[in-house]
């Protein structure tokens, strides 16, 4: 069993330019996590999925970002017009619903990208 | 909204030593998580805790989940130089929402 894996680890850009993320949950996990984390601090809570659909956002997930999960499996994670702020680490977590894939409320986290915007 | 204050904010120990750690919020929680993580990578869940009053050991570490299930505390016996890092508690309100309440982190440093 993979754990959750993220792509690229690491990410440089220029400030205006798009980028996307890939995170691939942990399989037979239907509830997928996006997270934000800066230096020093806790990650913070950005959005989720449960299977295809999007139950939740913060209201840190500005009109620039956009998560998307089409078929229930991976998702993607797009920040329009970067800025310096949005330079962090973006975590991904996934957790079960199903018995079988453990508990719902117990998340697992991917190894991160880091995103540097110039 | 919802705040887990952690403390210490960090601790520099001897190579042995018992280390503690605690999390501490002003809302109910059904759930604590402590997470470790090293630098440039993702939190590494360590204990889970899902009942007021549950007191579950992995291995040198011991967790408890708090009567009020408003705290939880994390214990390291016997510290060794792998250690090192950052650990994080984490919350959770209800299984309806997806949001992990972070605390601060609580930094360890261990001397051999």
């Known amino acids: 069993d993979t754990g959750v894996s993220q792509d690229p680890r690491h990410k440089i850009t220029k400030r205006g330019q798009n980028v996307t993320f890939r995170c691939d949950p942990i399989s037979e996990h239907n509830r997928l996590y996006w997270y934000r984390q800066t230096l020093g601090q806790g990650p913070e809570f950005l959005t989720y999925?449960?299977?295809?659909?999007?139950?939740?956002k913060s209201r840190l997930l500005s009109d620039r970002f956009s998560a998307e999960r089409p078929k229930g499996s991976f998702s993607t994670l797009e920040i329009q017009r970067t800025e310096q702020g949005d330079s962090a680490m973006y975590l991904c977590?996934?957790?079960?619903?199903?018995?079988?894939?453990?508990?719902?409320?117990?998340?697992?986290f991917g190894p991160g990208t880091r995103l540097t915007v110039l | 909204g919802q705040q887990l204050n952690q403390s210490p904010q960090s601790m520099f120990i001897q190579e042995g030593e018992d280390v503690s750690m605690n999390c501490t919020s002003s809302?109910?929680?059904?759930?604590w998580l402590w997470y470790k993580q090293d630098p440039g990578e993702g939190p590494v869940l360590l204990i889970a805790l899902y009942k007021a009053g549950e007191l579950t050991s992995n291995g040198r570490l011991t967790a408890q989940f708090g009567i009020t299930r408003k705290d939880s505390f994390l214990n390291i016996s016997a510290s060794i130089p792998s250690d090192v890092g950052i650990y994080f508690c984490?919350?959770?309100?209800?299984?309806?929402?997806?949001?992990?309440?972070f605390g601060q982190g609580t930094t360890l440093q261990v001397k051999p």
């Open positions: 999925f449960q299977n295809e659909a999007q139950l939740e």
């Open positions: 809302s109910i929680f059904n759930t």
């Open positions: 977590a996934s957790s079960s619903t199903y018995r079988r894939g453990g508990r719902t409320d117990t998340q697992y």
């Open positions: 984490a919350g959770l309100g209800s299984s309806n929402t997806g949001k992990l309440i």
